[in-house]
Nanobody
């Protein structure tokens, strides 16, 4: 029932910016945390950024100072502003959320992924 829909991916040149968005919907009572993971070809999926309901954030060392995660709790939406993009940022980016649905405990949900390609 819960679904996460990502948007904002695309092809950009090094140094440019993208803004990813993820909206959660479907029987949501509360969202404990939302974040972004990415997976490049041949590599493990890694945490990029995460934000809790209270606003605490965590970032991968590789994106600190370049990426900013934010959320709109009222809209069950999280954003990832990606500046100064590098070729090594190329990956499929997946939205993740820890969501409490009506009548259940917290569970993990994933978006289908959006491609970010940084290339000249």
């Amino acid at each position: 029932q819960v679904q996460l829909v990502e948007s904002g991916g695309g092809l950009v040149q090094p140094g440019e910016s993208l803004r990813l968005s993820c909206a959660a919907s479907g029987g949501i009572f509360s969202i404990k945390a939302m974040g972004w993971y990415r997976q490049a070809p041949g590599k493990q999926r890694e945490l990029v950024a995460r934000i809790t309901r209270g606003g605490d954030t965590n970032y991968a060392d590789s994106v600190k100072g370049r990426f900013t995660i934010s959320r709109d709790n009222a809209k069950n939406t999280v954003h990832l502003q990606m500046n100064s993009l590098k070729a090594e940022d190329t990956a499929v980016y997946y939205c993740h959320a820890a969501i409490l649905r009506w009548g259940t405990d917290y569970n993990d949900y994933w978006g289908q992924g959006t491609q970010v390609t940084v290339s000249s």
